[in-house]
């Protein structure tokens, strides 16, 4: 099921023949969309003729994500940039954006590993106001599409494995490293709903035998690059957490997690230790 966007997300959408509503609802509706109805509305708003409106609707009924469909995601107050191919970002990581506000709220060197489309940095300079943005991601799609939303903000993004990606410069500078890093274990990606397995990379979902091989490389890197009291923030589940705390914990980094119940989100966020390099 998708995360629908807010209504403020979007403009109104200018007047349609009811007709043309009307079709675009009973498809989206036989193809199994729940909200059919709000999808229909978000699509009406979105195209430009009623021609585009089917070609949308043939899209979001042969289960493309809504978002890759609309074009763009609503994040953190934010529209996204999202294209076909590329993770689109979720509601509860907006959790994670919110976590790092508020423990570096003076943040000035920013970097957002694993940044698919950039939400996660976009977001954070938006919040933070100028400041040196970063991000950098495997996927040269993601790449492509995270410069979309990094470059309005004034930020950098590069492509390439983690902190190899990153310049050699921003080493011991960063105030919050922010990694949305893949955590679904290799068997359980097949369990995935089919907008993300068939329609999102894999590099974006899948986090090794029990999800956490990438957690781990960030935690064991993270020191190198950020500042003094510097922060790490990763997404994860409640039944990784403790892993995860562990994996922060055998870095060097003082740790603790962060849940919030309304949007099912786990975010652990470990600080650098002042020394610790």
């Known amino acids: 099921m998708p995360e629908l966007p807010p209504p403020s997300a979007h403009p109104s959408p200018a007047p349609v023949p009811p007709a043309v509503r009307a079709e675009a609802v009973t498809a989206l509706r036989a193809a199994g969309c729940v909200f059919a109805e709000d999808e229909a509305e978000l699509i009406l708003a979105t195209a430009g003729t009623p021609h585009e409106v089917t070609v949308l609707v043939e899209r979001r009924a042969a289960g493309l994500p809504l978002e890759q469909v609309l074009g763009w995601a609503a994040f953190h107050g934010l529209r996204i940039a999202v294209e076909p191919g590329v993770f689109v970002p979720r509601r509860r990581t907006e959790f994670l954006v919110d976590q790092a506000l508020a423990q570096a709220p003076d943040a000035s060197v920013v970097v957002d590993l694993c940044c698919g489309s950039g939400a996660v940095g976009t977001a954070l300079a938006t919040a933070l106001g100028p400041v040196e943005l970063h ?43 922010a990694a949305n890093v893949p955590y679904v274990p290799t068997g359980e990606v097949a369990l ?11 590099t974006a979902l899948d986090g090794g035998a029990d999800g956490l091989d990438v957690l781990r490389r960030v935690a064991a890197g993270a020191s190198d690059w950020l500042a003094p009291g510097g922060c790490l923030l990763v997404e994860t589940s409640a039944r990784q957490a403790p892993a995860a705390l562990a994996a922060f914990a055998a870095a060097g980094l003082a740790a603790r997690l962060a849940a919030s119940e309304e949007l099912y989100a786990h975010v652990v966020l470990g600080t650098r230790r002042q020394g610790a390099r």
């Open 135 to 177: 991000a950098a991601d495997i996927d040269p799609a993601a790449v492509r599409c995270a410069r979309r939303n990094v470059d309005a903000v004034g930020g950098r993004v590069h492509e390439g494995d983690l902190f190899e990606a990153l310049p050699a410069a921003l080493r011991g500078r960063v105030d919050i490293l």
């Open 192 to 202: 995935l709903p089919s907008e993300a397995r068939d329609h999102e990379p894999p």
